[in-house]
């Protein structure tokens, strides 16, 4: 199994809404990520876990709140966001220190 | 890391080989050369590695010069669904988790 599974796939929220995204693996990897990503751009890095503690934080607001319950999911809580976050959130995990990442299909995020 | 530089479209004719170029001039010894591709709409699928030396899997080859200041993506029999965008990152092995996508190359590959 070398899937990386994100949902939900779409998702629209209003600014004053709280949703959660959801990433899931099993293939006993120890490092998982997440990314943004805007149309027609690369993959910008957010977050890094690594053995379920939080090792990279690129400076993102309060209103995104990782969480690693265990080392097959990854959470990320979302809470007060604007339109300009609407974006493709994706999922990724890899071998600790390892750059052979494995991505999901992403959730497509609309802020309305 | 060191930077890379792509170039940023590419076209190809379908069924002939795809030749996807970059320049890392500032590498250092211990830095190993990825390549992702990111199909429209999905999540970047890694695709090869490379130290120093050629490598092959069963999507393409690497070819790495000698002074390893660049590199070049081969896709040998390119099909439509090649059509994506191409990301070559040079990263430390066993330093971090992180990869850290460019503006990549947008290939696409015609009937």
């Known amino acids: 199994d070398t899937e990386v599974t994100q ?21 006993g990897h120890r490092a998982m990520y997440w990314y943004k990503q805007k149309a027609k751009k690369p993959p910008e890095l957010m977050f ?33 966001l604007q339109p300009e976050d609407s974006a493709l959130y994706l999922c990724a995990s890899s071998q600790a220190g390892q750059p052979k990442a494995f991505f999901g299909q992403g959730t497509r995020l609309t802020v309305v | 890391d060191a930077k890379t530089t792509q170039p940023p479209s590419m076209d190809c004719a379908e069924g002939r080989a795809a030749n996807l170029p970059c320049n890392h001039s500032t590498i250092s010894g211990n830095e190993y050369v990825y390549w992702y591709r990111q199909i429209h709409s999905q ?9 120093k ?22 896709l040998p029999h390119a ?6 965008v191409y990301y070559c990152i040079v990263r430390v092995d066993n330093a971090g988790n992180m990869l ?12």
């Open chain 1, 7 to 27: 949902t939900p796939k779409h998702l629209v929220m209003g600014m004053t809404n709280k949703k959660s995204l959801k990433c899931e693996q099993h293939m």
């Open chain 1, 48 to 80: 890094v876990y690594s053995y379920e503690k939080l090792s990279i934080n690129e400076s993102v607001p309060s209103r995104f709140s990782p969480e690693c319950p265990n080392s097959s999911l990854l959470n990320l809580h979302l809470h007060a």
């Open chain 2, 43 to 51: 999540g970047p699928q890694y695709i090869i590695h490379g130290l």
């Open chain 2, 53 to 74: 030396n050629n490598e092959t899997n069963e999507m393409a080859s690497l070819i790495i010069t000698e002074d390893r200041k660049s590199s070049t993506l081969i």
């Open chain 2, 79 to 84: 099909t439509l669904r090649d059509t994506a």
């Open chain 2, 100 to 111: 850290t996508f460019g503006g990549g190359t947008r290939l696409m590959v015609k009937p």
